[in-house]
Each structure stands twice: as C-alpha cells, then as structure tokens.
C-alpha cells in the first residue's frame, strides 16, 4: 500500500526557532512536494525536487528551505519560524515514469503553530 | 499560483441527493484532477480526466471536462454522510506540479 509519513501531525514552535518538517514515501518515487495550506488561500505550492539533492521553488518559498539528501526523504526547513508560516503543511510524491498524468500522494499533514 | 477556482465554495445536502461541483481554470491542461480532503487530513486522489476526454466515471463520481470554457465539474450521486468533505480540482503542471483551485465544502446530513 502507498505511504506518504510525515513527522508530526501537531507541531508548536515559538518564533526564531529552526523548525524542521520530514516527509518519508515508500513508493521508490522521483517527486517530492511541499504545499502549505490556509483558508481561503488553497493549497500552494513551497517547494519540490524531482531527484535527490535537486530542489526547484514553488509558488511561495520564501522563509523557506529544503534538503533532500535520500531519495525517500523530504524535508522543509523553517530557518527562523514566524506567525504568519502557521499553517498545515501538506507533503506528495509522484513517480515521473507516467509523466505528469500520474496522481499525487498526499502523507496527513502537519498542522504547524508559531506562537 | 491560484488556477482553479471552484464554485460553490460551500454546499450543504440531504442523503441520497445529487452534489455537483464546479471548477474553473486560466491555462492549458494535460488533465485534470479531483481530490478530496477530510477534515484536517491529506488529500486523497478521486478521478483524473485527460484533455482529450470529455467525461470520466468512477462509481458514484462523474466528472466531465469542457476545455473550451476551461470547465470541469464533479458529480457525486446518491450522497451520504461519508462523503461529507472539502473537494478540490487541480491541473497538472511540470514535474506533476498541481495548481489546486479554493476548494468546496460538502456536507452532507443523515
């Protein structure tokens, strides 16, 4: 069966902390994502990387940092957590063989607050 | 960036009635997707319909795609409770990059 992990479901930093989020899939998958969700936003796009130790911005990355130094790992990095990156975070993979026509798998999301 | 926008932002239904979403997009698309998302969980993948189909059926769901008006709509039939969730559609970019619009409510009561 498909997994997508992530560290934390419920997360509570104070502001200037470094805050690290680990996503681990167990699909042997090329393409990892970090989306962050709010309401009335959506979902956007933080970052992704299609292949170990490669990473591209999304939509909305800056206080934001990432390392993927396995290929199953995802990490996002809050360097200096601030108020406003309380959010859920929400992690996928996708393999690249099918192209972009695959689906996404989504792990649970973790529900950050910065206080 | 937001790409789909989704209407209605909420809907509320009996049991056993029909749910149709809508959503709209700006670009050109490969597919479409639709998920769903439990409340304060991951999202789920429900259907995926290419660019050159017109409609897509999966159980309960119908989904058709109208890319001259940039349209897709989602339809469950015969609701229940469980299906009672935020859906969101979403177009695919590069890399599988998904651009997901704002999202509709359901809930559906007993």
């Known amino acids: 069966d498909v997994k997508v992990t992530q560290s934390s479901r419920y997360l509570v930093k104070r502001t200037g902390e470094k805050v690290f989020l680990e996503c681990v899939q167990d699909m042997d998958h090329e393409n990892m994502f970090w989306y962050r969700q709010d309401p009335g936003l959506g979902l956007r796009l933080i970052y992704f990387?299609?292949?170990?130790?490669?990473?591209e911005k999304g939509d909305i990355p800056e206080g934001y940092s990432v390392s993927r130094e396995k290929k199953e790992r995802f990490s996002l990095i809050l360097e200096s957590a601030s108020t406003n990156q309380t959010s859920m975070y929400l992690c996928?993979?996708?393999?690249?063989?099918?192209?972009?026509?695959?689906?996404?798998?989504f792990g649970p999301g973790t529900r950050l607050t910065v206080l | 960036s937001q790409q789909g926008e989704e209407d209605p932002q909420a809907l509320s239904i009996q049991e056993g009635e029909n749910a149709t979403m809508n959503c709209s997009y700006k670009?050109?698309?490969?597919?479409l997707q639709w998920y769903r998302q439990n409340s304060g969980r991951g999202l789920v993948h429900l259907i995926l319909i290419r660019s050159n189909e017109r409609e897509k059926h999966s159980g309960r769901l119908r989904v058709t795609l109208d890319t001259s008006k940039k349209s897709s709509s989602l339809l469950i039939t015969a609701s229940r409770a469980a299906d009672t969730a935020s859906y969101f559609c979403?177009?695919?970019?590069?890399?599988?990059?998904?651009?997901f619009g704002q999202g509709t409510i359901l809930t559906v009561h007993p």
């Open positions: 670009t050109s698309i490969n597919n």
């Open positions: 990387s299609y292949d170990v130790k490669m990473k």
């Open positions: 979403a177009t695919v970019e590069s890399y599988g990059k998904l651009t």
């Open positions: 996928a993979s996708i393999s690249s063989a099918g192209g972009n026509t695959d689906t996404q798998y």
